[in-house]
DNA sequence: CCAAAAGTGTTAGACCTACACCCATGA
DNA sequence: TCATGGGTGTAGGTCTAACACTTTTGG
């Protein structure tokens, strides 16, 4: 049994071509037929797709998320849909709103729980996800048509990750195990919506200590090769308890 | 209509001698009857109410909420319950989370969205509302049996505005509209958990740029009178917005 | 050797911390 | 006049902001 009334929606971040994309799906028959055999809940869950043309659209996008079966945790199920849809495990999850407008999903009443989710997209293979062919990163500054108030919930999910990444040290979700430092300014730049300055921007990450130096360098680029770094696990999880000032 | 397995609590903080409090409601059974006839929803209710012989115990106390009816917007709906349990419009208000666990309630299964909320208690008029008999401040660190998992919301709750405090502007919500920066200052010592320095909090907030002196003094005390201030509104929304570091 | 990005240091000003005594008031 | 809490300044250290050139690498 599933709430007809509660879905969760994820909005998935990853950090591609130095700019913030959101993973969306779009529900082609088929994959959504797989999803609800594989959950046990299909006719419940087909009702609610018949009942939703928007659903079937082939223009529309829509945030990776399902109704939420009575037996399952909130939680523990928002897990399992990202780990569906990504086939990645420890993903990074916060959420961040409940969505509870009138008239946010026509002719039908639903809330919504929102989590947002950062992923590095290097990591992400859409080969182990059975909505695979369904999925698609798109930059968060050109989205598609999308379903519903996707819209709304996305700019909420940027909103809160922006003043999250303010005072904690999220922003390496987004990023592979190894990565330049210019590469961490970039991904700041792009979160927090300015221009950095590159000396200053060195000199207070490397005094958090939370970055080590991997002694390992760029291969096969046209210029001077940078430095690799990996994050402290353990500085990180001190910092983002304690909180810190990132607002450079 | 309701939702019957969704909920709203609302964790409603005042700042009374020199302590957090938290008000709490005990649903005596003439109240709740009061309540439901007001919202057209007795028989759903009596049925939940029914169910849960914990609602009726007089020796827990619970965070003051009700089940969602379908017509209603959530937030809408929650400064609603809000007013009605304070008697105060425009109360400062915050979503902070959505508990789905699958047991937090026993013999059913109910979500429950969770609101926290920043009053004074000077303003808050007990006669005004419907349930005015019920309701009682507890201190933070003193909570009597509560029902179900009440404490985990509350302590969530605390931890979350501690860190929007840290951060935003947030404190005010708490403080009659004249207030000394002495009054200001234990507050913030009793959210953040620790004890500032007289001198450099003074300075801090006066350079903010926050306060207005009102000219006027405390009257009747047996000591030197302390300034009273009010806050710049229009500066407190700027630094909202922007956010500050405050964490002293 | 050229293009492209990596990497580096200094200075002036702002802000933070630590710290102790006199002041105004009512009882 | 005393008890109580209100109110103030300074100095040293740390952090921040602004700013331009040299180094390394592959093509």
Redesign the pocket.
């Known amino acids: 049994m599933i709430f007809k009334n509660l879905s969760i929606d994820c909005v998935i971040f990853g950090f591609r071509d130095n700019k913030l994309n959101v993973l969306l799906w779009q529900p082609e028959p088929e994959i959504v037929k797989k999803l609800l055999i594989l959950n046990d809940v299909y006719l419940e869950f087909k009702e609610i797709y018949e009942n939703n043309p928007a659903l079937k659209s082939d223009k529309h996008w829509g945030l990776i998320g399902m109704h939420l079966p009575v037996e399952e945790d909130l939680n523990d199920y928002t897990k399992k849909i990202l780990e569906m849809a990504t086939g990645l495990q420890n993903i990074y999850l916060k959420q961040f709103q409940t969505f509870g407008g009138i008239n946010r999903i026509p002719h039908t009443r639903v809330l919504t729980v929102a989590y947002y989710a950062l992923i590095n997209p290097e990591y992400h293979d859409l080969k182990l996800s059975p909505v695979a062919k369904a999925v698609k990163w798109f930059d968060i500054d050109n989205l598609p048509d999308v379903a519903y108030d996707a819209k709304d919930i996305i700019s909420h999910a940027l909103k809160t990750l922006r003043e999250e990444a303010k005072y904690h040290p999220v922003g390496f979700h987004l990023l592979p195990d190894k990565f330049?430092?210019?590469?961490l300014?970039t991904l700041y730049e792009v979160i927090l919506g300015k221009t950095l300055?590159?000396?200053?921007f060195?000199?207070?990450i490397?005094?958090m200590n939370l970055l080590m130096d991997t002694g390992e360098?760029?291969?096969?680029?046209?210029?001077?090769?940078?430095?690799l770094f990996s994050f402290d696990m353990e500085m990180y999880n001190k910092l983002r308890e304690e909180g810190l000032?990132f607002?450079?």
Do not use: C, M
């Open positions: 330049t430092l210019n590469e300014q300055d590159t000396r200053n060195r000199k207070k490397l005094n360098k760029q291969k096969h680029v046209a210029h001077r090769a940078a430095k000032n607002s450079i």
